[in-house]
């Protein structure tokens, strides 16, 4: 039985944690199968952006903590195959869109801050909750801190407090939160921007965020005119310009 689903329409390929019995737990198959479906994705060349969605009344509940405490008596915790998925998401070419209908815990909140945009609604409940289990939320850090408030972060990561949508949005945890019943509407609607961009633009825009820090304010220009130049001469550079000028969809954007 399959714990991620795949299914695509009109360029978006929504992925589903489907594991609803254990609260769409990060075990390692579900892992390995959600970087299976982002395998795909990434060659299917009809696939301009993700969507990260799930089954049932929990988004992620953060590690399979049976599955954790099996490979603890062996000498090993699943930690690793975390660190693959978060890495894959977070360096994805194509835009991930993480929709979030209820609550995540953990490692759950490391997939929505990898995600380049995130929706949850209004209702939906978030929680490092890692110290109260006498463990560190470490592995999440590396896509969770660029996105916090700091003093948020340090309030939130040592008190394991529970939260809610808003003030998920508040902090930077995630894009929006909305009113539950126009989740969907919100999700189709990034969709529908994100498909419009160009993919090598969208690839090259995402790296852009990612950049380091340049030596000086000249360097950095330096590097970004380069990169500026080398859009606007590329073929697909060209075809967005022509299709701009003659008011038209750009060769890129999917049928309906």
């Known amino acids: ?55 049932g009344p929990v988004f992620c509940s953060g590690a399979d903590l049976k599955e954790t405490a099996e490979a603890r008596e062996n000498g090993r915790v699943p930690a690793e195959m975390l660190a693959d998925v978060l890495a894959a998401i977070w360096e994805f070419p ?3 869109v993480a ?18 945009l ?62 539950a019943d126009g989740l969907d509407a919100a999700v189709q609607a990034y969709c529908d921007s994100l498909v419009r961009g160009g993919p090598l633009a969208l690839a090259g825009t995402k790296q852009l965020l990612r950049r380091p820090a340049a030596e000086s304010i000249r360097a950095d220009l330096a590097d970004l005119s380069a990169r500026s ?6 073929a697909e550079g060209r075809e967005g310009v022509a299709a701009f ?4 969809p750009a060769s890129w954007v999917p049928l309906a």
């Open 229 to 234: 130049a080398g859009y606007f001469r590329s």
């Open 94 to 96: 194509k835009p991930v």
């Open 99 to 116: 929709r979030v209908a209820g609550p995540a815990r953990a490692g759950g909140l490391g997939l929505i801050a990898a995600a380049d």
């Open 1 to 55: 039985m399959a714990l991620v689903r795949t299914v695509t329409a009109a360029g978006v390929a929504t992925l589903t944690l489907d594991s609803p019995a254990n609260r769409n737990a990060l075990s390692s198959p579900l892992m390995r199968e959600l970087l299976d479906g982002l395998t795909a994705a990434l060659t299917d060349t009809a696939v301009r952006a993700i969507v990260i969605s799930h089954t």
């Open 118 to 179: 995130a929706v949850c609604t209004r209702e939906a409940t978030f929680a490092f909750s890692e110290v109260r289990l006498g463990v560190i939320p470490a592995v999440i850090s590396a896509t969770v801190l660029p996105r916090l408030a700091p003093r948020a972060a340090a309030e939130l990561y040592l008190t394991g407090d529970v939260f809610d949508g808003d003030r998920a949005a508040q902090i930077g945890l995630v894009t929006a939160a909305v009113a």
């Open 245 to 248: 000028r003659e008011k038209r």
